[in-house]
């Protein structure tokens, strides 16, 4: 809910993100802006955070856990 995903961009900064990840800050902030993390971060960013994938992302867990292509989410 967007509860949570507020929780979730105030608790995690961008360069502790980025560095765990081994990714940029500016994609970081990407995923901020746009407020949806890429499909295929989800385990590790779920992994470093301790927010669930069904969390970060209710709106893929609304089309039965697939992804917008119709790919299963592990």
Known sequence: DEN???EFWVRSRATELS???KLSKSAIYRWRESNQ???KRLRAVS???GFSRE???PDILRNGGR???GRLIN
Do not use: M, W
Request: charge should be positive; proline fraction near 11%; avoid cysteine.
């Open 67 to 69: 992804s917008p292509g």
């Open 55 to 57: 969390q970060l992302r």
């Open 37 to 39: 993390i890429p499909v």
């Open 47 to 49: 992994e470093v955070t």
């Open 4 to 6: 949570t995903r507020k």
């Open 19 to 21: 560095n765990t990840l």
